[in-house]
């Protein structure tokens, strides 16, 4: 997907989102991940991927698990220009995506998918073949998870699962314990109020 599909979905004169551009970053620099919470029609969190300059992204709505055996759906939307990592404010009523938008996690990632051979499969390739395997190192994740493609064409949708390692934990549930922004420690509803519509 391209960013145009980002833009043509947006009225940059009505909402604070960035417009982005094709600035990429530098190439030796790790990956960057991010995580935002969204109280739009349904709420959900935004799983957001560095790759070839854009960030993939997929909506899951329960967020986020650190126990193995939990699969969260996961469904694929369009790719978000790299600016919108730092994005976090309200989406104003009639707009695409309207309500409060959260940084819930971010930090860097590595790609660990591997071929037969053991040698590392390039993300979009990954994507393409339906399996993304990556090691998170955010503020609140971190270790293994991986995005596994179920059901293809309209049917598409993903399932984020949390690999089996030391940073599992079945107990943690940080979706619902940590709701706090990672850059502001700001919740959602804190957002809506302060930059909200009656704020
Ligand atoms: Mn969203």
């Known amino acids: 997907m391209s960013g145009s599909e980002y833009s043509g979905k947006r009225d940059f004169r ?4 960035p417009r982005g551009s094709a600035r990429r970053r530098g190439r030796s620099k790790q990956p960057i991940f991010v995580i935002q919470q969204h109280a739009a029609r349904s709420d959900h969190f935004d799983f957001r991927l560095e790759a070839d300059g854009a960030l993939k992204s997929w909506a899951v709505p329960k967020g986020p698990s650190t126990n193995p055996r939990d699969k969260r759906l996961a469904m694929p939307t369009e790719d978000h220009p790299m600016e919108y990592a730092d994005f976090e404010g309200v989406i104003p ?18 790609n660990t998918t591997t071929d037969r051979e053991g040698r590392e499969v390039p993300v979009a390739e990954a994507l393409d073949d339906g399996e993304l ?67």
């Open 14 to 17: 009505r909402t604070p989102e």
């Open 93 to 110: 009523k009639g707009e695409y995506g309207a309500g409060p938008v959260i940084v819930w996690d971010r930090g860097t990632y590595e």
């Open 133 to 199: 395997k990556v090691r998170l190192h955010g503020e609140k994740l971190t270790g293994g998870y991986v995005l596994v493609r179920t059901g293809g064409g309209d049917r598409e949708r993903w399932l984020l699962i949390k690999a089996r390692d030391d940073e599992a934990d079945a107990r943690r549930r940080p979706a619902r314990t940590q709701p706090e922004s990672v850059i502001s420690g700001r919740t959602l509803k804190q957002v809506e109020a302060e930059e909200g519509e009656a704020g």
